[in-house]
Every structure is written in C-alpha cells, then in structure tokens.
C-alpha cells in the first residue's frame, strides 16, 4: 500500500506524462540538465509505458530494468 505522503508525487508524474511525447522524453533523459529527478522518472516511466524503451537503443531497455527491479518504475508486462 503507498503511504498518502505519496500521493501528490504520483499525481504530479500523471500531469507530467500527459504532455509527453517521444521527442520530449528522450530530451528529458539525454539533455535537460535542468530537468528535475520527478520529470526524469516521468520520461522514463512513459518510455516503459508506451514500449519505447525496448525499441530504442539497448541502453534504454537495460536502465528500465535496473529502474524497474529497484521499484522506480511500474511495470505492467500484460500492456507490452
């Protein structure tokens, strides 16, 4: 169960994913230095959340699963 102090993070990410593209995560995670740790993670969770992160350059695929398996990330296998 998530504590409630988690609660505005997650809703924040939503609002963040919402006016996502692929250009736009992928400037978020290899340019923006002035990106926050909230808006890297976005990039990187619509990244798994649309499957471009197993179509796009082997290092992208590997960081997500480092992601995913230290609990950053959400996966939902049955979407890919």
Not at 18 to 42: C, F, P, Q, R, Y
Request: with cysteine.
């Amino acid at each position: 169960m998530l504590e409630p102090a988690f609660f505005p993070f997650i809703f924040s990410l939503c609002s963040i994913q919402n006016s996502m593209d692929l250009k736009t995560a992928i400037h978020i995670i290899e340019v923006d230095e002035g990106a926050s740790e909230e808006e890297e993670l976005a990039a990187w969770q619509w990244l798994l959340d649309e499957g471009h992160v197993w179509r796009l350059q082997g290092r992208y695929g590997r960081t997500a699963v480092q992601l995913i398996e230290a609990g950053v990330l959400r996966w939902n296998q049955s979407q890919d």
